[in-house]
T-cell receptor, first 112, second 114 residues
Framework: AQRVTQPEKLLSVFKGAPVELKCNYS??????LFWYVQYSRQRLQLLLR??SRESIKGFTADLNKGETSFHLKKPFAQEEDSAMYYC??????????????FGQGTILTVHP | EAGVAQSPRYKIIEKRQSVAFWCNPI?????LYWYQQILGQGPKLLIQ????????DSQLPKDRFSAERLKGVDSTLKIQPAKLEDSAVYLC????????????FGPGTRLLVL
């Protein structure tokens, strides 16, 4: 079974401070990890994915297979980063391939 | 490019009533997903279609939930009869094909069962 845990429901930082949203997963194979974001009054959308190795809006995430983590980081938070962030996992084969399992989400608030 | 469309946006019903949700995916997207998002939780996949065939419905409560995508485009999700615990946001998403493709989400339908 695949499971995603986001230990923080709420995270508050001040503008310009570093931010890290934690994500831990449980999966027996080689998963693909994603971060989705939902801004206020907008749809859920993809922020970044591990396989692309991209930095989107200043955010990066590193897959640590030893610690089974995929934490999302940004060195200098901006007010427009305030949103709900979901970590998601897809399995590497069989019926779990392409099937997303989401964490419970973390609400990030960036104060001015 | 038009996004995923869903209707209605809100629905309030009494328990034991039936309800249906509609989804129109992005044009050309072969894969369609229905998720249930209960307050305070992340989305949970209910059913996944590839064209008009079901790929995965392992988490769909089949005694009361049903879904179809007859022509491989639009889809409907039905609940009959509804229970209090079905109160949630129902999200539809689509992707070009199955696999590690970006999923594009609709605005969701917020259901309240009284």
């Amino acid at each position: 079974a695949q499971r995603v845990t986001q230990p923080e429901k709420l995270l508050s930082v001040f503008k310009g401070a570093p931010v890290e949203l934690k994500c831990n997963y449980s999966y027996s194979g080689s998963p693909e990890l994603f971060w989705y974001v939902q801004y206020s009054r907008q749809r859920l959308q993809l922020l970044l994915r591990h396989i692309s190795r991209e930095s989107i809006k200043g955010f990066t995430a590193d897959l640590n297979k030893g610690e089974t983590s995929f934490h999302l980081k940004k060195p200098f938070a901006q007010e427009e980063d305030s949103a709900m962030y979901y970590c998601a996992l897809s399995g590497d084969g069989g019926t779990s391939y392409g099937k997303l399992t989401f964490g419970q989400g973390t609400i990030l608030t960036v104060h001015p | 490019e038009a996004g995923v469309a869903q209707s209605p946006r809100y629905k309030i019903i009494e328990k034991r009533q039936s309800v249906a949700f509609w989804c129109n995916p992005i044009s050309g997207h072969a894969t369609l997903y229905w998720y249930q998002q209960i307050l305070g939780q992340g989305p949970k996949l209910l059913i996944q279609f590839q064209n008009n065939g079901v790929v995965d419905d392992s988490q769909l409560p089949k005694d009361r939930f049903s879904a179809e995508r007859l022509k491989g485009v639009d889809s409907t999700l039905k609940i009959q009869p509804a229970k209090l615990e079905d109160s949630a946001v129902y999200l539809c998403a689509s992707s070009i094909r199955t696999g590690l493709q970006t999923q594009y989400f609709g605005p969701g339908t917020r259901l309240l069962v009284l």
